[in-house]
């Protein structure tokens, strides 16, 4: 059984920074790619950003990409977020995901079987 637990969020003004973790444990853990997904109130869950575990490749959204960084401690099981240059359009709960992405398809929902019980990020004007 995977648990992914995140830490970090919270509250930042518009143009700060934060950032956000992941730890991972299981005895089965083991994935492909872990990554982030966020979800505002009253819109789909979005992909943030991805990263493969046995190798360096990134990938991001649009939206974020130049902003956020997503970064990993495999010794730790551990992945993490940098955002900077926030925005008001920011602010949602985000979700740290892990899976074994078949297809390229790290930007889908459907790609990741774990998810973590999500932390919020707000970000004031």
């Known amino acids: 059984q995977v648990q992914l637990v995140e830490s970090g969020g919270g509250l930042v003004q518009a143009g700060g920074s934060l950032s956000v973790s992941c730890a991972a444990s299981?005895?089965?853990?083991?994935?492909?790619?872990m990554g982030w997904f966020r979800q505002a109130p009253g819109k789909e869950r979005d992909f943030v950003a991805a990263?493969?575990?046995?190798?360096?490749?990134?990938y991001y959204s649009n939206d974020v990409r130049g902003r956020f960084t997503i970064s990993k401690n495999t010794a730790k099981n551990t992945v993490y977020l940098q955002m900077n240059s926030l925005k008001p359009e920011d602010t949602a709960v985000y979700y740290c995901?892990?899976?074994?992405?078949?297809?390229?398809?790290?930007?889908?929902?459907?790609?990741?079987?774990?998810w973590g019980q999500g932390t919020q990020v707000t970000v004031s004007s």
């Open positions: 995901v892990a899976g074994d992405v078949r297809g390229g398809a790290f930007y889908s929902v459907a790609a990741y079987e774990h």
């Open positions: 990263i493969t575990w046995n190798t360096y490749f990134t």
């Open positions: 299981g005895s089965t853990f083991a994935p492909s790619h």
